[in-house]
């Protein structure tokens, strides 16, 4: 049995500006993404992408991240208690951000990068999706210092306690999700993309591979109290899981059926 180390959330204190580790490892996302971006243009340069072009890219998916980030918080989550605290969604200091919000938050903010700059959208998307992944581990190892979404009990070896919670043996479920979010799902697409691949197929495989882990984990991963479970014994992670991985499906198809010769 292990024991979490109960971190301090608080990286640097300068009077009263708090720098905390969350924030820290956001910006580390963000940074990884201008870092690998960076790589993959090198080697890459057939795609045509320039260090603005990632900038400004960049620009429009943070502010996705975080505007739908929170929004998709308040919606899927806690939708009736925002409708009855409306000025709360703006206090983002309290915590309450959603991956699925996000990811739809940059999804809209690259369709209108693409409509503005004349490029075509699924270039863009395949272009970003393997620098995303590590940067998601980032934010899981932000869970884990700040000792949230911890697992469901447990008795295996490596069972974690999170006193700040109870007493009970828990999956690490952040770490879980740092490993296989980050650098399994970064190894597989970094791989995959280093190889010209019909339009959308990075895309794709990213919103499968992503899907599918979520999924699984959530099956450690101990479900918002607010909640507990769903439909079918399932949490909200999962639900908003399944059309990830059903557009994954459709967009794979669709890809590859853009490549194969037509019959006369």
Same mark, same amino acid.
């Given at each position: 049995?292990?024991?979490?180390?109960?971190?301090?959330?608080?990286? /640097?204190?300068?009077?009263?500006?708090?720098?905390?580790? &969350? !924030?820290?490892?956001?910006? /580390? +996302?963000?940074?990884?993404?201008?870092?690998?971006?960076?790589?993959?243009?090198?080697?890459?340069?057939?795609?045509?992408?320039?260090?603005?072009?990632?900038?400004?890219?960049?620009? &429009? !998916?943070? /502010?996705? *991240? *975080? /505007?739908?980030?929170?929004?998709?918080?308040?919606?899927?989550?806690?939708?009736? &208690?925002?409708? $009855?605290?409306?000025?709360?969604?703006?206090?983002?200091?309290?915590? !309450?951000?959603?991956?699925?919000?996000?990811?739809?938050?940059?999804?809209? +903010?690259?369709?209108?990068?693409?409509?503005?700059?004349?490029?075509?959208?699924? $270039?863009?998307?395949?272009?970003?999706?393997?620098?995303?992944?590590?940067?998601?581990? $980032?934010?899981?190892?932000?869970?884990?210092?700040?000792?949230?979404?911890?697992?469901?009990?447990?008795?295996?070896?490596?069972?974690?306690?999170?006193?700040? &919670?109870?007493?009970?043996?828990?999956?690490?479920?952040?770490?879980?999700?740092? +490993?296989?979010?980050?650098?399994?799902?970064?190894?597989?697409?970094?791989?995959?993309?280093?190889?010209?691949?019909?339009? !959308?197929? *990075?895309? $794709?495989?990213?919103?499968?591979?992503?899907?599918? *882990?979520?999924?699984?984990?959530?099956?450690?991963?101990?479900?918002?109290?607010?909640?507990?479970?769903?439909?079918?014994?399932?949490?909200?992670?999962?639900?908003?899981?399944?059309?990830?991985?059903?557009?994954?499906?459709?967009?794979?198809?669709?890809?590859?059926?853009?490549?194969?010769?037509?019959?006369?």
């Amino acid at each position: 049995m292990l024991i979490h180390p109960q971190f301090d959330p608080v990286a /640097l204190q300068i009077g009263p500006l708090a720098i905390r580790w &969350y !924030g820290l490892m956001y910006l /580390l +996302a963000f940074t990884l993404v201008l870092v690998l971006g960076r790589l993959r243009m090198r080697r890459q340069p057939e795609s045509g992408w320039t260090p603005k072009d990632l900038d400004d890219v960049l620009f &429009y !998916g943070v /502010l996705g *991240v *975080v /505007l739908g980030g929170r929004l998709g918080y308040v919606l899927f989550y806690k939708f009736g &208690y925002y409708l $009855a605290h409306p000025f709360e969604i703006f206090a983002v200091w309290q915590g !309450g951000m959603s991956f699925h919000g996000g990811f739809l938050g940059v999804i809209l +903010a690259m369709a209108l990068y693409s409509r503005l700059h004349h490029k075509a959208w699924l $270039a863009i998307t395949d272009f970003i999706a393997p620098l995303v992944p590590l940067g998601l581990g $980032a934010g899981r190892i932000g869970n884990f210092i700040n000792g949230e979404l911890w697992g469901r009990p447990t008795d295996v070896p490596w069972g974690m306690v999170f006193p700040q &919670y109870d007493m009970t043996v828990r999956h690490p479920s952040q770490l879980y999700e740092f +490993a296989l979010e980050g650098l399994l799902l970064f190894t597989v697409l970094w791989l995959y993309s280093s190889r010209r691949r019909p339009a !959308g197929a *990075v895309s $794709a495989l990213f919103l499968l591979g992503y899907g599918l *882990v979520r999924f699984l984990v959530e099956f450690t991963r101990e479900p918002d109290d607010f909640l507990g479970l769903l439909a079918l014994n399932l949490s909200m992670g999962q639900w908003l899981s399944l059309p990830m991985i059903a557009a994954g499906v459709f967009l794979w198809l669709w890809s590859h059926h853009q490549t194969q010769p037509r019959r006369p």
